[in-house]
């Protein structure tokens, strides 16, 4: 069974461009969560899609959005990109957003910031 | 006060050891607990799951967990220079959020 794929692996952008990050999840994994790992702060939670649906948010600004689709795919975006943005964006899917339901990660996509 | 406290570590066992990791959560409602392993420059990798009070045995790993300590712990027996990771522990409270540990920085020394 394949993994949770991001796309694409690696990105350099300039401060206030935006970006799109891709994630498609294991097959039949309807719940996708997506995180920023950095040296300082460690893994943090940006938000949590179920059915489409954002089902949890962490404490970001709202230059952070995601979108599911239908399909289960799901999106990142980061809009007027901050030099502080520079992380490593993660992944994972799980089967539901139930509360036993152990997350698998992606590979993650490395932004660096210009 | 933070979520998920991780010992700070890092760790160094020498091969062949046990090497004991060990976190404490603020959320006392929370259910379900996680280990993650995570190799320089590489994504997370689960590796245990525990959701009851007690002791669960997977292979060279032992997770604990004691919900009124509000307390959850891993062990590797029989360390590997292989098992040389940073683990991160994970916290999935009653909003369903996961949360992470800042994790612990373990060497095996050969």
């Known amino acids: 069974k394949a993994g949770v794929t991001q796309t694409p692996r690696y990105l350099i952008k300039t401060r206030g461009q935006q970006v799109t990050l891709s994630c498609s999840p294991i097959s039949g994994h309807r719940s996708v969560s997506w995180y920023q790992q950095t040296p300082g702060q460690g893994l943090q939670f940006l938000f949590e899609y179920f059915s489409e649906t954002q089902r949890n948010k962490g404490n970001f600004p709202g230059r952070f959005s995601g979108r599911q689709f239908s399909n289960s795919r799901s999106e990142m975006n980061v809009s007027t990109l901050e030099l502080g943005d520079s992380a490593l964006y993660l992944c994972a899917s799980s089967a539901s957003s139930g509360r036993n339901q152990p997350q698998h990660f992606g590979d993650g996509t490395r932004l660096s910031i210009l | 006060q933070k979520e998920v406290e991780q010992n700070s570590g890092p760790l160094s066992v020498p091969e062949g050891a046990i090497a004991s990791l060990n976190c404490t959560y603020s959320d006392r409602g929370s259910q379900s607990f996680f280990w993650y392993r995570q190799y320089s420059g590489k994504s997370p990798e689960l590796i245990m799951s525990i959701y009851s009070n007690g002791d669960k045995e997977d292979g060279r790993f032992t997770a604990q967990l004691n919900k009124a300590s509000q307390y959850v712990s891993l062990l590797i027996r029989d360390s590997q220079p292989s098992d040389s990771a940073t683990y991160l522990c994970?916290?999935?409270?009653?909003?369903?959020?996961?949360?992470f540990g800042a994790g612990t920085t373990v060497t095996v020394r050969a």
């Open positions: 994970a916290v999935k409270s009653n909003d369903y959020k996961l949360s």
